[in-house]
């Protein structure tokens, strides 16, 4: 998901504690310049629910073809129709909702697993003992990569979503050194897919291998498909199933969860919109667009912050409490439209298995530090590490 032209923070949002906490800027833009233009990056930002929303379900209008980058195959997450169709409609059945249930028994295995080990002492790291490895280990597995290869996987798709830190950050050794992950990752795919091509297996990639390869989509376009599926749903997920944690121990009502399934999947839900995994997206205008009262320039980018639009009073009730059985919650945090995410099932999944199995062995769960750091990675949202204290049970 990068930008062109704004791939850095706002000048409001340039320090570790407004990364952190961003919500109290996003509530006075809502308020006094809902629809921003920041000249410094001749980028505009909007606020609110409702213009957030609008925006990203009119895709004739707001093009997500973010990246001429004329060398590399289109993206599925920045690109238009028909390209978008083409790619996006290949992997779509794998990923809908009773689809990756089949992979719950899988998630379970490994989430037991982590957690097991995780929770031996009375103090973890939720961030490096657990959320980090469940999502690269559940894709390493949907594709049918071996588990050997997921060390290796996992330092790919972070390298490439990771942002400058904000002190010491050097743009270009991280260019070089994401550049370097790209080549490497795309050297892996096109040997597994070879071996696949030859020995299918019931996998993903052999899927998609057997129905398209030579028909609507090329080799570097298929390839694509599976390097974006690693990369977009690695960070994110591992900032849900943090956030998660972060929240409800923060909150103390890891207790009124346990043990059951729909409280569990609405502080799920509670955490997409109250800390949002990712905060913003953007889009060009294909044509001058004129947005509530603000005219806006054919090509110059608009960023829809998502996690501005999840905390809008006009859609949802005391936004800036954190309500584990908040009911209805319709947060945007996975988009709208067409290029609503394709992995939202996925990594709701992950998330409630990965709590639940932590949850059933852990209680009086606290932070052990107040004092958190924001994961680089501009649209990113979460923390570095988050350690915990808790007591075991039974
Ligand atoms: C909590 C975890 C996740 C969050 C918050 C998240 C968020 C998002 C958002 C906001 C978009 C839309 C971007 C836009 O409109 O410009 C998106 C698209 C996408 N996501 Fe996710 N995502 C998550 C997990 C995953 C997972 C697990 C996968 C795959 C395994 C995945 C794959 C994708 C793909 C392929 C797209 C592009 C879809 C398209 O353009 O049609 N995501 N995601």
Request: charged letters at 30%; a negative charge; glycine letters at 8%.
């Amino acid at each position: 998901m990068s930008e062109r032209g704004d791939a850095a923070y706002p000048a409001p949002l340039r320090s570790e504690r407004r990364q952190l906490e961003p919500f109290g800027w996003y509530r006075e833009m809502r308020e006094s310049a809902p629809v921003r233009y920041d000249s410094e990056r001749d980028i505009w930002g909007v606020f609110r629910y409702e213009t957030v929303d609008g925006i990203l379900r009119d895709h004739e209008t707001y093009s997500s073809d973010r990246e001429p980058d004329v060398d590399a195959p289109p993206s599925m997450l920045s690109s238009d129709p028909p390209t978008h169709t083409r790619l996006r409609e290949p992997v779509e059945g794998r990923f809908a909702p009773g689809e990756v249930e089949r992979l719950a028994p899988e998630i379970r295995r490994m989430a037991t697993e982590l957690v097991e080990e995780a929770v031996a002492g009375g103090e973890m790291d939720v961030v490096d003992d657990l959320a980090r490895w469940l999502p690269t280990m559940t894709i390493a597995a949907l594709l049918g990569v071996p588990p050997e290869e997921r060390e290796r996987f996992k330092e790919w798709s972070d390298t490439i979503v990771a942002g400058p830190q904000l002190t010491g950050g050097d743009r270009e050794a991280l260019q070089e050194r994401q550049e370097a992950a790209g080549r490497e990752m795309r050297d892996y795919f096109m040997e597994v897919m070879a071996r696949r091509a030859e020995e299918p297996r019931d996998d993903l990639i052999s899927d998609v291998l057997l129905e398209y390869d030579g028909g609507d989509l090329t080799e570097g376009e298929i390839r694509g498909i599976f390097e974006l599926l690693l990369v977009a749903g690695n960070v994110t997920t591992t900032n849900l199933i943090t956030n998660a944690v972060w929240c409800l121990a923060a909150n103390d009502c890891v207790g009124t969860v346990r043990g059951d399934e729909d409280a569990l999947e609405r502080a799920v839900e509670e955490t997409l919109r109250y800390r949002s995994p990712v905060q913003w997206t953007s889009r060009i205008p294909t044509e001058p667009v004129e947005v509530e009262g603000h005219e806006i320039a054919a090509g110059t980018p608009v960023r829809t912050y998502i996690g501005s639009a999840n905390r809008d009073p006009a859609v949802f009730d005391r936004p800036d409490e954190f309500r584990p059985d908040r009911d209805p919650n319709p947060h945007m945090a996975f988009g709208r439209g067409i290029h609503f995410c394709l992995g939202a099932a996925l990594a709701r999944l992950e998330a409630r298995i990965a709590l639940s199995e932590l949850f059933d062995r852990v209680e009086d769960v606290r932070l052990a530090t107040t004092d958190l750091e924001p994961v680089a990675g501009t649209f990113l949202y979460g923390v570095r590490e988050l350690p915990v204290r808790f007591e075991r049970r039974g």
